[in-house]
């Protein structure tokens, strides 16, 4: 199986920063990478599919990059919304782990 | 519009079998389309189940595959989880999954979520 992990688990950021999270899989899944927010008691929602393609209705302040092994999301302007648990996935594929988590907090 | 959500027990005991449905609106069961089970128990990270797609292929996490059972009722828009001996670390936010067309198996819809407590 395919794994993925994610770094760093946590970060605190303020409002206006850049935040930088990074997904490694443990090998090439050429561009099946998501990245989802989550916050406290809801379900998580899809920001980035393939790697790099924002989902509709996403804020432009995030952005995916990478492929094969390494991956990153960017969100720039951090925005007091953007205090959440994000997540990414390996989507290549099943059983398509997703990695530990990154809290953003303040 | 899609929506899903997920019904069943919130809590069941050790060693009984859990059955969860999801019931769906806004697509069908059609061509290219998968509908799965991804569950996170508290305060720790999301892990998918199983998955079935429209012409009743199915994948199960392979740490999972002998406890869990996924059927979908087409004619009814729903899909069921099924995991035998339930155990207390089994205890989770069980989530119904759209998978978006096209991406692998990103999820582009979800369902609330709901949490099941597995406790004697």
């Known amino acids: 199986d395919i794994q993925v992990t994610q770094s760093p688990s946590s970060v605190s950021a303020s409002v206006g920063d850049r935040v930088t999270i990074t997904c490694r899989a443990s090998?090439?899944?050429?561009?099946?990478l998501a990245w989802y927010q989550q916050k406290p008691g809801k379900a998580p929602k899809l920001l980035i599919y393939s790697a790099s393609t924002l989902e509709s209705g996403v804020p432009s302040r995030f952005s995916g990059s990478g492929s094969g092994t390494e991956f990153t999301l960017t969100i720039n302007s951090l925005q007091p919304e953007d205090f959440a648990t994000y997540y990414c996935?390996?989507?290549?594929?099943?059983?398509?782990?997703f990695g530990g988590g990154t809290k953003v907090e303040i | 519009q899609i929506t899903l959500k997920e019904s069943g027990p919130t809590l069941v005991k050790p060693a009984e079998t859990l059955t969860l449905t999801c019931s769906f609106s806004?697509?069908?069961?059609?061509?290219?389309?998968?509908v799965g089970w991804i569950r996170q128990p508290p305060g720790k990270a999301l892990e998918w189940l199983g998955v079935?797609?429209?012409?009743?292929?199915?994948r199960y996490s392979p740490s999972l595959k002998n406890r869990i059972t996924i059927t979908k009722d087409t004619s009814k828009d729903q899909v069921d989880l099924t995991m035998a001996n339930m155990d207390p670390v089994d205890t989770a936010t069980y989530y119904c999954a759209h998978r978006r067309a096209y991406s692998g198996f990103a999820v582009d819809h979800w369902g609330q979520g709901t949490l099941v407590t597995v406790s004697s």
């Open positions: 806004g697509f069908s069961l059609s061509s290219g389309v998968a």
């Open positions: 996935q390996q989507a290549k594929s099943f059983p398509a782990p």
């Open positions: 079935i797609y429209w012409n009743g292929d199915k």
């Open positions: 090998q090439s899944i050429s561009n099946w």
